[in-house]
């Protein structure tokens, strides 16, 4: 797991760590890590001079510095790669600069210009073999003020790899909200701890690969704000196949979806439970869907249900919701599933019932929600864009009002439970955003809630697994090649074994 914290809680753990160490310590810890990666960047040959050497004597670099400690770090890391001989330009961009900083870099032999010196900076940023980002820090706030944004724009189209210090300028590090221009990194050097908003879209797609320097804040720093799961975490919450497993001790998912009308959902949803590892699908619909989940999917256990689920036999845990309508006996099932002391996923039309029937929602057993932004917006009587814009804290208001924990789908899936960090899903790609998929994901995460995982555990599963049968589904069987291809739903389904089995690599 990858944690991150909030900016207050790594401010607070900056001072306490610094009032035990001598004064410009940390600072230099930090440069120290971030010019490492730069060099190891230009010894590699993916920034700057290739050939004989170490890649550093001789590049080009070029710091872009503003008026914080965030220009410091830049400034420091700068003086250290221009004593390995590389020569070194900083773009004095802010209001002021930190002094100590510009000394040490003059003093290797590093040269400065103002940011309004012509066309002395552009020149210096296309000439570029590196450039270090140095402009804003944790201390951002809103959009980039010039001239920030126009040295973001120049350094982001130019050749050179571009590394942010700490975080990419414009980018804010809380929530990944990114208003008007920002960097757009190739490597981002955080210090100390992970920040949320390199987690989550826009921020994460601005930041690149993120490489974490330990500057010692750790013992410091009070529980994370949010959190990434690995696949080591994933395979500890995926419910495993024991030797003196049967299909009922593996967990049955009874799932109720699907309608006389909207039949594709539910052969999805039941896919995606079935190839989630469950030991036995139970499927409750009418007799159109019914028909079609058999003929799709001749493992699951089926019943044709009118307005009660007496007749549909033991489950351990229920999905509602996929294609299963808004009428009047939609809402009696999906009544019956929550009056239960089971776990239980909503989805889709579910969700859709929910937003006029909140009270289904009070409840001690575990409730997962798993709307798109528009579904949240009704849920929480707000529209769809300040969802998008905000997804954290719209999540985790979520959780807290609905007593459940919620799976916002989208661009980066973020997952909530009261008083529990935010688990930010890592993998997925634009092209999961296809009909019938959040059909497959509602049906996985039943799969694992039945086999005993806990709910926000079952919903960071579901959406790391999902994700990343979305990428192999898109990527196909050819290793290396960067070629995609469109996917549709149940693509996805037919890619989960896959995706299960890159678990144990
Ligand atoms: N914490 C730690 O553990 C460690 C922290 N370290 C480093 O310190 C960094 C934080 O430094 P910091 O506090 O000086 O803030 P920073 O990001 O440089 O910017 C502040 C300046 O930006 C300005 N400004 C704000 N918004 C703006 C905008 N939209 N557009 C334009 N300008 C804007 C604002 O100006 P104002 O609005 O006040 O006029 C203010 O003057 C941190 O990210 C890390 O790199 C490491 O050295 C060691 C360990
Ligand atoms: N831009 C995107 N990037 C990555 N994943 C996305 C994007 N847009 C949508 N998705 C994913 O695609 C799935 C779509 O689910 P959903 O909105 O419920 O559609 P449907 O109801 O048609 O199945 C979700 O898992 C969601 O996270
Ligand atoms: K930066």
Redesign the pocket.
């Known amino acids: 797991m990858r944690y991150a914290h909030e900016v207050e809680k790594v401010r607070a753990a900056e001072r306490a760590l610094m009032a035990r160490l001598p004064e410009g310590a940390l600072m230099r810890r930090a440069a120290a890590g971030l010019a490492s990666v730069c060099a190891g960047l230009l010894r590699s040959g993916r920034a700057g001079v290739t050939g004989p050497g170490d890649g550093v004597y001789g590049a080009e670099v070029v710091l872009l510095v503003g008026s914080g400690d965030n220009g410091g770090d830049a400034l420091y890391a700068g003086e250290r790669l221009a004593r390995r001989g590389a020569r070194v330009t900083a773009i004095l961009a802010g209001s002021k600069t930190h002094e100590g900083g510009l000394a040490a870099l003059r003093s290797a032999g590093g040269r400065a210009v103002e940011a309004g010196d012509g066309d002395r900076p552009v020149r210096a940023i296309e000439a570029a073999d590196l450039i270090i980002d140095g402009m804003l820090g944790i201390g951002g706030r809103g959009g980039l003020r010039e001239p920030y944004a126009t040295l973001a724009g120049h350094a982001s189209c130019a050749i050179a790899t571009l590394v942010a210090c700490d975080l990419p300028s414009g980018v804010d590090a809380d929530t990944g909200v990114v208003s008007g221009a920002a960097v757009h990194a190739d490597v981002t050097v955080t210090f100390g701890t992970y920040k949320p908003g390199l987690f989550v879209?826009p921020g994460a797609e601005h930041a690149g690969v993120v490489e974490l320097v330990d500057i010692g804040l750790g013992p410091y720093l009070s529980d994370p704000d949010a959190c990434l799961p690995q696949a080591a975490d994933v395979d500890l919450w995926t419910p495993q196949a024991q030797r003196e497993s049967n299909k009922y001790r593996r967990g049955v998912p009874g799932v109720l979806a699907g309608s006389e009308t909207f039949t594709g959902?539910a052969v999805?949803s039941v896919g995606g439970a079935v190839r989630g590892g469950a030991g036995m699908v139970r499927f409750a619909s009418a007799r159109h869907s019914v028909e079609l989940v058999r003929h799709h999917w001749p493992e699951a256990v089926t019943s044709v249900v009118e307005d009660s689920l007496s007749g549909v036999g033991r489950v351990n845990a229920w999905v509602a919701g996929?294609g299963m309508g808004t009428d009047e006996r939609a809402e009696t099932l999906l009544g019956e599933v929550l009056a239960t002391d089971l776990p239980v996923l909503v989805?889709?039309d579910g969700l859709t019932v929910l937003t006029r029937r909140r009270d289904l929602l009070g409840r001690s057993a575990p409730t997962v929600l798993?709307p798109?932004a528009g579904e949240l917006a009704r849920l929480l009587g707000t529209d769809a864009d300040q969802v998008e814009a905000r997804r954290l804290e719209h999540v985790r208001r979520a959780a807290e009002e609905l007593n459940a924990t919620v799976l916002l789908?989208?661009?980066?899936?973020v997952i909530a439970e009261a008083d529990r960090p935010v688990r930010v899903n890592p993998t997925?790609?634009?092209?999961?955003?296809?009909?019938?998929?959040?059909?497959?994901?509602s049906g996985l995460i039943g799969a694992f809630l039945a086999g005993g995982a806990a709910a926000i555990d079952a919903a960071a599963a579901g959406?790391y697994l999902?994700?990343l049968a979305?990428r192999l589904a898109a990527a196909g069987p050819e290793p290396g090649s960067d070629a995609e291809a469109p996917i549709s739903?149940q693509d996805v389904v037919d890619a989960l074994p896959a995706a299960f089995r890159t678990l144990a690599g």
């Open positions: 879209d959902a999805l996929p989805d889709a798993t798109h789908k989208g661009s980066t899936t997925g790609t634009p092209r999961l955003a296809t009909a019938g998929s959040g059909d497959v994901l959406a999902h994700g979305g739903a």
